[in-house]
């Protein structure tokens, strides 16, 4: 299916400050590759879809936003807590050295996986899990990323996260930016959004 060109103008381009390196993730990453047959003609309008197991692919324009926000770069090694559809894991493998992604729906993490496969992804680790908690075992990460909301960070992720990295996280439907160094953290407010609930 073609990308139509109003996607990336007025939906991709406009959310991540027309980035070329994002836009063009968006160009290899088709997200008609990541919604179910019934929502092919839709795939590449500005909505949330369901993929099942009470769970969405998130509005490209949000994906495009915290992908911006996360200020991925060729070297980073890079945790998602909440693999989903595999759509934002999928963006950023081509914006990042390689990517660990958790999701705690089994059959969720298999499908993305396939699907990621099918897209010549080899840059990505898969493990089903506990999001809160991370993925210690490749600590730290230059960068986090977490697409469900809760109501506070976890002080896992925290931990995992580089001094020098940055998370984006939503918590209370209000985006987080979180920046680690070694005198701290600093937390700065992105856009409202809306998410699946982050479950532990």
Known sequence: MKIPEKYIKEIVGPNCNFDERIIEAFLNCPRSRFVDEAFQRIAFEDNALPIGYGQTISKPSTVAYMTYLLKPSEND????????????????????????????????SYKASLTLKRLHRKNIKFKVDNGHIGWNEYAPYDKIIVTASGDSIPEDLLNQLAIGGRMVIPVKDRIKIVEKDEQGIKTTDGYNCRFVEFVK
């Open 77 to 108: 090694k890079v945790l998602e807590i909440g693999t989903g559809s595999g759509f934002q894991c999928g963006i950023l493998s081509f914006l990042s050295e390689m990517v660990y992604t958790v999701e705690r729906i089994p059959q969720l």
